[in-house]
């Protein structure tokens, strides 16, 4: 079974810095997709950025790019240029890409920014 | 706003209670998930629906169970309550069913329905 893990229960960055959240995630396909989700104190989760596994080219969406390493099974979000409005929890997730299309989730890191 | 709708939002019970936890996924989506996400469980898979029949179960206790109707929204019941089912529980949808990660797969969230049972 797949699992993801994420060490950091809680991060802290200041306003218009950078921050990396880490991510490792398990699993014996060759084959899948990672992503992130933030979940603000509203609870809505929202997707902020996605990698396919066969592609070596990390994924970026504006200030959000990620350091996806295959071999390590590593994928860890950089946020650069921190905002107040970035403080979240932030989850790693998994999705095979064969029938089963849930995801499976990292037990996630709070992202607090200091003014 | 993801297009997901969850009613109710907020729902407070007492234990051996039952409810009904539902879902409209977004117009066009054949596929809805639901997640529970608890402090001691973090955010875990329950089941998936496609187009009316069960396509996957995750941790899904006995207890509840599921079903998608002919117009696609769901129903998530959850019987015999206990204080640990005490969670927010989001619906997820997409247009298809699995694999791939084009824009057909891609689950949108609802904004999830917190339920506390007392």
């Known amino acids: 079974a797949q699992t993801v893990t994420q060490s950091q229960p809680e991060m802290s960055v200041q306003e218009a810095e950078t921050v990396t959240l880490s991510c490792t995630y398990d699993?014996?396909?060759?084959?899948?997709?990672l992503f992130w989700y933030k979940q603000p104190p509203s609870r809505q989760m929202i997707l902020v950025i996605r990698?396919?596994?066969?592609?070596?080219q990390n994924a970026t969406e504006n200030r959000f790019s990620v350091n996806f390493q295959k071999a390590a099974k590593s994928f860890s979000l950089k946020i650069s240029d921190s905002q107040l409005g970035d403080a979240a929890m932030y989850f790693c997730?998994?999705?095979?890409?064969?029938?089963?299309?849930?995801?499976?989730f990292g037990k996630g890191t709070k992202l607090s920014v200091k003014p | 706003d993801s297009g997901v709708t969850q009613t109710p939002k907020h729902l407070i019970t007492a234990t051996g209670q039952r409810v009904t936890l539902r879902c409209s996924p977004r117009?066009?989506?054949?596929?809805v998930y639901w997640y529970q996400q608890s402090l001691d469980q973090g955010l875990q898979f329950l089941i998936q629906?496609?187009?009316?029949?069960?396509?996957a179960k995750g941790n899904i206790l006995e207890r509840f169970s599921a079903q998608q109707f002919p117009d696609l929204h769901s129903e998530l019941n959850l019987s015999s309550l206990e204080l640990g089912d005490s969670a927010l529980y989001f619906c997820?949808?997409?247009?298809?069913?699995?694999?791939?990660?084009?824009?057909?797969?891609?689950?949108?969230f609802g904004p999830g329905t917190r339920l506390t049972v007392l």
């Open positions: 997730a998994y999705r095979s890409a064969g029938s089963q299309g849930n995801l499976i």
């Open positions: 117009s066009g989506d054949l596929s």
């Open positions: 629906y496609y187009n009316g029949e069960e396509r």
């Open positions: 997820a949808s997409s247009v298809g069913l699995a694999g791939g990660l084009s824009s057909y797969n891609e689950q949108f």
């Open positions: 699993t014996s396909e060759s084959d899948y997709y």
């Open positions: 990698q396919e596994a066969y592609k070596q």
